[in-house]
Structures are given as structure tokens and as C-alpha cells.
């Protein structure tokens, strides 16, 4: 099953724009990630934070967690028209050695 | 090579019939996962071996999903009499260490297998 929900779950944009995703999650993590999946491909990992982490930059993405609230989000700054993918967080709990992923959210940058 | 490689990128299978998908993981990797992943939705786990030791398969649906590893190396998922709900992309994923994204090491993923069964 799921253990996170993406908001929105379709996000469209102009290029230029910055788009902000949001992931909510049901359980206690070690750690939270983003990845990226093209249409028709494997998925790419972005960037992780930490459950001690609150804030993250890698580039033109930025990631913030919020324990509290179980939730993160994805902020893509500046974004092109090759950010165009689906998102999707991927949490790991407790002793599990897998990601539990959530339901992505598909963003659309047109150019 | 470079990455993790699956085969065959896509299958098409008669209900009924078994199928077996491969995935090579990046050389010396000691992680390896399965993943299935439906249209429109995130990955969901399916096993995971550390070596060629199977240590959790509490994501296989049923009895017809078998999966192997038998030299720590490559691995093969099987799926037995197929049905038409089997039909999704399944996703093999590799990390260095044996912990894989619980240590936050990061897991590499191949393209997929994308299974029909008409």
C-alpha cells in the first residue's frame, strides 16, 4: 500500500515558473526522498533529507520536512520544459530496507 | 554496465502463461529490490534480496510470484499462470551497501519491465 500522498496530483506550469509539490506521509521515517520519472522510464533519485533535517538544496530543488505535520515538499526553481515528469516521495520506517513510495504527482512545463 | 539493465523491456503474455523477467544490478551492488508498479501510481514493493539471501518478500501478491537470486548477482522474478491484474511495469532497483535507502544510500533503478497479460 502507499504509505504518502502527493499534492497535487497534476501540476502544470510555464517555463520559468518555480512548482512546489507536496507529499504527505502516515508513520515515523528515517528518511524521505524524491524521485523523478520520466514517461517510460526508471525512476532517478533527487535528493533525500533526513528525519533530523529540516531543509535541503540540491541545485534548482529544494526540500523541506516538517515531522510534525508528516509532510515534505519539492520546490523546483526556475523550472524547463525538461523538468516535465512524474515526482513521487519514497519514505523508509523503522527496520525496512524499502522505499514505501507515494502516488506522484505529474508536472507538465510548457515551454 | 553502468546501470541496473532489465529484460525484456516489454512483454505481452497470454493469461495463463508463466513469465520470467531478469534484472542485472550494477556489478558489486548487494542490494537488489523488486518493485511493481501499476499505471498512474508509485512503485510498490515486492522483495528484496541482500547477496543472494531473500530477506523480505512481504510484498509479493500471491504464491505465483517467485523471485531469485541465486548467486547474488543477477535476479529473476517469475510470475506463474498470469493474470490479467499482473499486468504492470516491474521495476528492479540496486544499492552499494546492505542497508540500501534505509542508511539513505541511494538505490539505483532500471527502465522496467512492462508486462501486458491479454
Known amino acids: 500500500s502507499q504509505q504518502g500522498e502527493e499534492d497535487p496530483q497534476a501540476l502544470s506550469i510555464q517555463e520559468g515558473e518555480n512548482a512546489t509539490m507536496n507529499c504527505s506521509y502516515k508513520?515515523?521515517?528515517?528518511?524521505l526522498q524524491w524521485y523523478r520519472q520520466n514517461s517510460g522510464r526508471g525512476l532517478v533519485h533527487l535528493i533525500l533529507?533526513?528525519?533530523?533535517?529540516r531543509e535541503k538544496h540540491s541545485g534548482r530543488l529544494r526540500v523541506t520536512l516538517d515531522t510534525s505535520k508528516k509532510s515534505s515538499s519539492l520546490l523546483i526553481t526556475a523550472s524547463r520544459a525538461a523538468d516535465t515528469a512524474s515526482y513521487f516521495c519514497?519514505?523508509?520506517?523503522?527496520?525496512?530496507?524499502?522505499?514505501?513510495f507515494g502516488s506522484g504527482t505529474q508536472l507538465t512545463v510548457l515551454p | 554496465g553502468a546501470g541496473v539493465s532489465q529484460s525484456p523491456r516489454y512483454k505481452v503474455a497470454k493469461r495463463g502463461q508463466d513469465v520470467a523477467l531478469r534484472c542485472d544490478p550494477i556489478s558489486g551492488h548487494v542490494s537488489l529490490f523488486w518493485y511493481q508498479q501499476a499505471l498512474g501510481q508509485g512503485p510498490e514493493f515486492l522483495t528484496y534480496?541482500?547477496?543472494?539471501?531473500?530477506?523480505?518478500k512481504s510484498g509479493l501478491p500471491s504464491d505465483r510470484f517467485f523471485a531469485e537470486r541465486p548467486e547474488g548477482s543477477v535476479s529473476t522474478l517469475k510470475i506463474q499462470r498470469t493474470q490479467q491484474e499482473d499486468s504492470a511495469v516491474y521495476l528492479c532497483?540496486?544499492?552499494?551497501?546492505?542497508?540500501?535507502?534505509?542508511?539513505?544510500?541511494?538505490?539505483?533503478f532500471g527502465e522496467g519491465s512492462w508486462l501486458t497479460v491479454v
Open positions: 519514497a519514505t523508509t520506517s523503522g527496520s525496512a530496507r524499502q522505499l514505501t
Open positions: 532497483a540496486s544499492s552499494l551497501l546492505a542497508l540500501g535507502p534505509l542508511s539513505g544510500n541511494t538505490i539505483y
Open positions: 533529507i533526513r528525519s533530523n533535517e
Open positions: 534480496f541482500q547477496n543472494e539471501a531473500q530477506l523480505d
Open positions: 508513520t515515523s521515517i528515517n528518511n
